[in-house]
């Protein structure tokens, strides 16, 4: 039997702007125009306490100004370790003196190690465990979070844009070329941020229009897999200036086809999992004053994926496989007045997923669609410098509209539908009220309206229901040194419950089963400890914490006959214990040296009648110990040159359980990594890489009837590319 379905029309050009938010926006352009110094606060640094650099914006990421330095070997080893900043908190802050576990990784950082996608980048950052699953699919998790159900357990920011998949976690697979910083704080932040987190959020901010100069770049590659096909890539970026220190565009685009390596049993088809990947990005900013900020951005990701994921048994062959078509986009505006001690920022998003799956599932014909739409409104007002108070407050609001369709071979066709209405205010407060000591108090108050069904020809579920819940943050800080800190906090995250699929009631109702209509929500309350220092003058920094989470409600899948279909309930929760160290050194101009490593405990709690899901079980896909480590050397040749060697390694133990806790365990993940280079003061360079170089094929998660994901075997290759 034969079962297709078409692919919907998606959610293209959603750069177009209602009328209301037109109006919204003019609104807030006009009153910003006004005068400002009734809103003018004390700038002056409490005694002690470092002052960030005052020309950066909170709503950029830390490097400012033009365009980087000449050779990504002098900018990496150029930086003071202690002046790193970030816009975590919504204004510009030294790294060491966030009282929030958190890594921050820097464009110079993600093109020194050739890393081509965001997934790959938070690696390196202890206590995240991602990967690219293929078909423009990436798992992230954070500090034990996860959960595979639900609106996403991590947060994920694309320049100011919240990205989020209603009923199933979605993080967009994001290349990354032209990016400034990807930033990932650890611990529920829904006080900081309008689109809430349980287990942390992912900040990616891109370099903006620089109005001083023309700029371009242009980078290609090719590469060839063992026992697979070969790869290319083409990436480009053009700034232009329009108006000079005023307006300014930059166009970014990338085409690569990745390199294929499964056998299809069924079809006798080799190296099906290619995977053709184009995206575009445009971004428009006008500073008509040193007050005003005007920005236009849109995105565009296209992918296809004949063979669907990189899923496969440990032969590197396949029996489930997939068509895949996926497609998303984001139109913003973003519109940042500074004001005399504050900052007011308004973001207008429209966003969307398209995606359709034709191919067979565990022998049984299976397709589906699914298309996401996602307009979002945030207005936030921020102190900025540092002061005795310094605030951050929003209000948040949220239309996200799902439509999924699919169809198993031997069940009925069935078709659901999602609308979450949500608004969030939210807010935090900090009082430095000693030389070395301050204290926040953070909360969110979230109120989310669902209606939902989910029906076959003859059956229909529903779900009508108003979600509300306020969350807490309190965080206490002390800096021992000037270059120092050590910090204490206790936080909250929420989710809304979901709908059951009625296939899944129907099936379960056959069995003689009974399973809810709904789920309810999940909660989850953290507590941290933390140090963080930068010593040997500004070569050595270290970043540590231990932690505690407690899960509550967390969904969890059981199998319905075999796995043909999956139903939803709430588990009792989870308990989580760990540890991170994260230790850069940069001893001298010519070495960068990284290590980061973490030790993650996270068990359900209670055992779950019916399934497989006990008392002590390891919780979904996370690994208990994560170790990361790299070495980078650059070295002079004659005046204009500089070689550059590279070697990267991670260490992953084995994910113990799968989505439903049958089947073996996963398997520890050893990836090695290299590069060879030399860099021009010209602006060319050219690089000899090599991943995967120990040829892993374990099983990356926790395989299903002996199918898991796999990493592409030892690729090697050539990347050349020019900035003028």
């Not at 947060?155 to 976690?169: A, E, K, M």
């Not at 006990?614 to 002079?636: E, I, M, R």
Request: proline share 5%; net charge neutral; hydrophobic share 35%.
């Amino acid at each position: 039997m034969t079962v297709q379905c078409k692919a919907r029309a998606t959610t293209s050009a959603r750069i177009t702007l209602s009328k209301s938010n037109m109006l919204l926006a003019g609104m807030i352009i006009s009153a910003l125009a006004m005068p400002s110094a009734v809103l003018a606060t004390d700038g002056t640094s409490p005694a002690g306490r470092p002052d960030p650099a005052p020309a950066a914006q909170a709503g950029d990421a830390a490097t400012q100004g033009g365009e980087q330095p000449r050779t990504k070997a002098s900018a990496h080893n150029a930086k003071e370790l202690q002046a790193v900043t970030v816009t975590a908190r919504k204004r510009v802050e030294r790294e060491v003196d966030i009282p929030i576990g958190m890594s921050v990784i820097s464009g110079e950082e993600l093109e020194a190690a050739g890393i081509t996608n965001v997934g790959d980048a938070l690696l390196t950052s202890p206590g995240v465990a991602s990967f690219d699953a293929g078909g423009g699919f990436t798992y992230v998790q954070v500090r034990g979070a996860s959960a595979r159900q639900g609106s996403n357990e991590t947060g994920y920011y694309l320049d100011d844009v919240p990205f989020d998949g209603v009923t199933v976690p979605w993080y967009p697979d994001t290349r990354s070329f032209d990016i400034d910083t990807v930033q990932v704080l650890k611990g529920p932040q829904g006080t900081l941020f309008g689109e809430g987190s349980v287990g942390g959020t992912v900040v990616v901010t891109t370099r903006k229009p620089d109005a001083t100069g023309f700029h371009a770049t242009v980078d290609t590659n090719v590469s060839s897999t063992q026992g697979g096909t070969n790869g290319w890539g083409g990436k480009a970026m053009v700034n232009i200036p329009l108006v000079a220190d005023k307006l300014a565009l930059r166009l970014v685009g990338t085409e690569e086809k990745t390199s294929g390596w499964l056998y299809n049993r069924d079809t006798a088809e080799d190296n099906i999992n290619w995977q053709r990947i184009k995206t575009g990005r445009a971004k428009l900013r006008y500073t008509p004053t040193d007050r005003l900020t005007v920005d236009l951005a849109y995105w565009k990701y296209k992918n296809h994926s004949p063979g669907g994921f990189d899923y496969a048994y440990r032969d590197m062959t396949v029996d489930t496989y997939y068509d895949v078509y996926s497609d998303w986009d984001s139109g913003s505006l973003r519109v940042q007045y500074d004001l005399d001690g504050s900052q007011l920022l308004y973001v207008y998003s429209d966003g969307g997923l398209g995606r359709t799956l034709n191919g067979v599932n565990r022998g049984r014909a299976y397709a589906s669609t699914i298309d996401i739409g996602v307009r979002t409104n945030e207005l936030r007002w921020t102190s900025t410098g540092e002061n005795v108070l310094d605030w951050t407050v929003g209000f948040y609001q949220r239309r996200a509209d799902r439509a999924d369709t699919y169809h198993t071979e031997g069940y009925d066709p069935s078709r659901s539908s999602h609308l979450n209405k949500s608004f969030s205010l939210y807010g935090e407060v900090m009082w430095n009220f000693a030389p070395q000591w301050s204290t926040s108090l953070g909360a969110r108050y979230f109120k989310d309206k669902v209606n939902a069904f989910d029906s076959t020809i003859t059956q229909i579920n529903r779900l009508n229901h108003t979600f509300t819940h306020a969350s807490p943050k309190l965080t206490l800080t002390y800096h021992p040194t000037h270059d120092s800190s050590v910090y204490a906090s206790v936080a909250n995250g929420y989710r809304s419950g979901q709908l059951q699929l009625i296939n899944s009631i129907i099936l379960a109702e056959q069995l003689g089963l009974s399973v809810p209509a709904s789920t309810r929500p999940d909660e989850i309350w953290s507590y941290e400890l933390g140090y963080k220092t930068v010593m040997d003058g500004g070569r050595l920094r270290l970043n540590s914490a231990i932690f505690h989470t407690n899960w509550k409600d967390v969904p969890i899948y059981f199998p319905l006959q075999g796995g043909a279909l999956y139903a939803l309930l709430n588990s009792g929760g989870t308990s989580t214990d760990g540890a991170e160290l994260g230790l850069t050194w940069i001893p001298n101009a010519s070495w960068t040296l990284q290590f980061n490593g973490s030790y993650i405990d996270a068990v359900y709690t209670r055992t779950q009648p019916g399934t497989n899901f006990h008392k002590g079980t390891p919780v979904f896909n996370v690994p208990k110990l994560q170790l990361t480590g790299s070495a980078a050397y650059n070295w002079p040749i004659g005046n204009s040159l500089y070689g550059i060697a590279r070697t990267d390694v991670s260490h992953f133990s084995r994910r113990e359980t799968s989505s439903t806790a049958e089947g073996e365990p996963g398997d520890a993940i050893m990836r090695v990594s290299a590069r060879l280079g030399v860099e021009s003061m010209q602006g060319w360079s050219a690089y000899l890489f090599g991943e995967n170089l120990t040829n892993e094929k374990g099983a990356v998660d926790p395989p299903y009837m002996g199918q898991a994901t796999r990493l592409r075997p030892r690729t090697v290759g050539l990347e050349v590319s020019y900035t003028y």
